[in-house]
């Protein structure tokens, strides 16, 4: 259910996104993981207290403050050396005052580390609509700083599509820009090429059975499922539960502040990666001319599930040929358009849900791979891992060497079912198409209960509780085509 309601085409409903506190959650989420992972240093019960604190108290005041049509704070290398302009240009913040000046260079190189994209922005709006001794607060607190830049961030996404002008001036950026912000800076912004808002949450780009954030509009609902997904994601880590949507390598590394790289497009476009790996070995083989005659650009068009526009890689994009000497680069920048740029937004709000229940440190030792298997575990199942943790109660009244024979039959027909035959049978018993990836992930363990004979019923389940019932057949072939018949007519139920 879960699976299906984030990939539904419906309209999405008005969702609140507010913050759950990390206080409750902290404590315990460190557990979970620890047999997974090393054990991190639980933050601080004065510093949760005052996270906690904070938003029951003065968040929704405070938001109410944040205002998108604020100034921009400008930082230039003489705005942190001094808080007068002494220069013949004319002072690029003459409307702060001096006061508001200082704390600005404070809190902007603060706000970049969070949104680079929209520093000055955000910078602004907080020195603005927050009084000053809320703003040495949150200078000296950096979690109350996070969730304020989160809260400013959202009010500038939900005005972004009403405005041309604001969404010119949030991405108004530095000398030091990187090229995701120039692009958004473009008269096509990628807000107005986004598609329908609509759209599913996530789709499957390369047909393998693993999911990323499909692009959308970024309106408040949409980006507000998004963290409520990673929230999602969050309490089935901390419970020891499989989520039901396995996600492409690039989104999970995403989520644990790892850096994406473009072979990790093969996880995400194997059929564009093969081709651009062919391109840059041909150039290496064939010389310059090669890359020449291919005619490449600086810019790219998008499938149609991604919004069938055309976007520059770089300023004018379309007007700069690929050559030899920066075919490499168009190659990075062709990667991380497609899986980081295009969906930047979705995939912060993806990762601010996640450690809304989770500590920020608690996925700090977890690799992709160790990542994936601790949510989705394992889809290939290993029929002596299930005989291990399985175990078998008797209601047939049947004598012992009865029994003892029938559990050979189980178990010898489950090994000679096909991987599908296996995920249904281990869907159809507890609820999950994967096993999980310990003994511990099962709550409660797997259990078989041998029912007295009867060779008219179906084997029938109750998924609460990880039980399977299964009448005592009269024969190996009896017991396979009933448990064949069951997992496809999915007699769920309690018996």
Same mark, same amino acid.
């Given at each position: ?47 949760? @207290?005052?996270?906690? @604190? ?35 240009? +004319? ?5 702060? %005052? ?5 704390? *600005? /260079? ?40 996070? !969730? ?46 986004? +598609? ?18 499909? $692009? *959308? ?26 989520? +039901?949507? $396995? ?95 295009? !969906? ?12 809304? /229940? ?9 690799? +992709? ?8 575990? %394992? ?20 004598? @012992? ?24 049978? !281990? ?5 999950? $198409? ?25 084997? %029938? ?33 309690? /018996?």
């Amino acid at each position: 259910m879960t699976a299906k309601a984030i990939l539904s085409e419906e309209r999405l409903p008005v969702l609140e996104l507010g913050a759950y506190g990390a206080s409750s959650t902290a404590q315990s989420a460190s557990g979970s993981l620890s047999s997974h992972a090393q054990r991190q240093q639980r933050p601080s019960r004065e510093r949760r @207290t005052t996270l906690a @604190t904070y938003l029951r108290s003065d968040r929704r005041s405070s938001s109410m403050l944040l205002s998108s049509e604020a100034r921009p704070f400008k930082f230039t290398a003489s705005t942190d050396s001094s808080t007068t302009n002494t220069n013949s240009e +004319p002072n690029i913040n003459e409307h702060w %005052t001096p006061s508001k000046i200082k704390l *600005g /260079v404070s809190i902007y190189p603060k706000v970049a580390a969070i949104q680079p994209f929209h520093a000055e922005k955000i910078t602004g709006m907080l020195l603005e609509g927050l009084p000053t001794p809320q703003l040495q607060r949150i200078i000296n607190i950096d979690e109350d700083l996070r !969730v304020k830049v989160e809260e400013a961030m959202n009010i500038l996404t939900s005005h972004s599509s009403r405005d041309a002008q604001q969404t010119d001036s949030l991405t108004t950026t530095t000398t030091t820009t990187t090229t995701n912000e120039r692009l958004l800076t473009n008269k096509n912004s990628l807000f107005d090429k986004q +598609p329908n808002e609509y759209a599913p949450l996530f789709w499957q780009p390369d047909k393998k059975g693993v999911y990323a954030p499909r $692009p *959308g509009k970024h309106t408040s609902e949409r980006l507000t499922a998004y963290r409520n997904v990673g929230r999602l994601i969050g309490l089935c880590l901390l419970q020891n539960e499989l989520f +039901p949507l $396995p996600l492409c390598r690039h989104v999970i590394k995403y989520i644990l502040n790892r850096s994406v790289r473009w072979h990790d497009l093969a996880f995400f476009d194997s059929t564009m990666y093969e081709n651009l790996r062919r391109t840059a070995y041909d150039a290496e083989k064939n010389g310059p001319q090669y890359i020449n005659d291919l005619h490449l650009t600086f810019s790219l068009a998008v499938t149609e599930k991604e919004g069938s526009e055309t976007y520059d890689l770089v300023t004018d994009g379309s007007l700069k040929d690929v050559t030899y000497s920066n075919l490499y680069e168009f190659i990075k920048r062709y990667a991380e358009f497609r899986m980081i740029t295009l !969906v930047e937004q979705s995939l912060q709000h993806l990762r601010l849900g996640v450690f809304d /229940v989770l500590p920020s440190n608690s996925l700090d030792y977890l690799s +992709p791979e160790d990542f994936r298997l601790l949510l989705n575990g %394992t889809s290939n199942i290993n029929v002596t891992t299930l005989m291990a943790y399985t175990t078998f109660n008797d209601e047939s009244g049947e004598n @012992t060497e009865r029994i003892n024979q029938f559990k050979k039959w189980f178990w010898s027909v489950l090994e000679k079912f096909n991987a599908v035959e296996r995920q249904d049978l !281990v869907y159809f018993w507890t609820g999950s $198409p994967a096993l999980p990836a310990s003994e511990a992930g099962f709550q409660p363990q797997p259990s078989v209960t041998i029912r007295p004979a009867d060779d008219q019923h179906l084997p %029938t389940a109750n998924t609460c509780i990880s039980r399977l019932y299964v009448p005592l057949y009269s024969s190996k072939n009896i017991l396979k085509l009933k448990l064949q018949y069951a997992i496809k007519t999915k007699m769920f139920g309690f /018996v």
